[in-house]
Every structure is written in structure tokens, then in C-alpha cells.
């Protein structure tokens, strides 16, 4: 069963290679999404999949980078896929 969700990860997780890390966990796990840096200092990952991978994306995100330092991972479901057919680090806003 697929799963899509939105996260967004708060904390020291910009300039500490959050969303390169991000992306090779994405790409091991056959998620497909995209995640980037906002304005507020927090990242934003879109991610859709297989239920069981998606679930290790999540693991993956309280702890991030080696460098980064998690203060908090909300998820919210979503309905749509509108995911690319990879995951790609998209630009900040």
C-alpha cells in the first residue's frame, strides 16, 4: 500500500547537509518526493511510496544529518501524488 505524506523537520537542519542526506536515504528506500529548505529555517520533505518505506523516511528524519540537530518532525497525510519519479533536492523558499 503506498503512503504520501508532508514533513516538516525543525531544529539546526540547514547548512548541515540535511536534504543531501534526505535524498540518498529517499533514493535507498524507493521513495519518490522532494525536499527543501523554507524561509522559517525548517525543511519541508514530500514523500510518497511504498507504507514501509515512507515509515523509515520518517524514522530517518528525528535524526537527519550526522551534523543536524532534530527539535521536532510533524507529518501530515496527503491525499494527492504529484511526486516526481525520483526524489530531488528542490530550491529554497
Known amino acids: ?53 515512507v515509515d523509515k523516511l520518517i524514522e530517518f528524519c528525528h535524526l537527519g544529518s550526522p551534523a543536524a540537530d532534530v527539535e521536532s518532525v510533524h507529518v501530515n497525510p496527503r491525499e494527492d501524488s504529484e511526486a516526481p519519479a525520483s526524489f530531488e533536492i528542490r530550491a529554497s523558499e
Open 1 to 53: 500500500m503506498d503512503k504520501t505524506v508532508d514533513i516538516k523537520i525543525r531544529g539546526k537542519v540547514q547548512g548541515v547537509y540535511f536534504r543531501k542526506y534526505t535524498r540518498e536515504k529517499a533514493q535507498e528506500l524507493g521513495v519518490n518526493g522532494w525536499v527543501k529548505n523554507k524561509n522559517d529555517g525548517s525543511v519541508e520533505i514530500y514523500a510518497t511510496g511504498l507504507e514501509t518505506a
